[in-house]
């Protein structure tokens, strides 16, 4: 599981990079070892203030989601690539 929450890090990091925009992760923790996980990206460069609807939340309340969490987020880097990082 550490591996894969290593692997979702490393892809916000890559969203300013590829996209042009800025993006975070927050970790949950909860009874038992449970775990969720959040990553936030803002859809508008800084300087814009951003309203409700320019921010992209993608949530996986339980550590058996993180995988389709990863895959959302690698398909949204591929999709809102810069022309300048392409």
């Known amino acids: 599981m550490k591996q894969l929450i290593t ?11 590829q996209c042009g925009l800025t ?3 927050t970790r949950s923790f909860g009874e038992n070892g449970y775990q969720s996980l959040q990553v936030q990206i803002r859809l508008v460069p800084l300087g ?6 320019d921010w992209l939340f993608l949530h996986a309340s ?3 989601h ?5 895959d959302r987020l690698a398909q949204f880097i591929a999709e ?3 022309k300048e990082a392409a």
């Open 66 to 70: 993180f995988p389709g969490l990863r």
């Open 7 to 17: 692997e979702i890090e490393e892809l916000v990091a890559e969203v300013p990079r």
């Open 48 to 53: 814009v203030e951003p309203t409700d609807e």
């Open 80 to 82: 809102h690539r810069s």
């Open 23 to 25: 993006a975070s992760t």
């Open 62 to 64: 339980e550590e058996h």
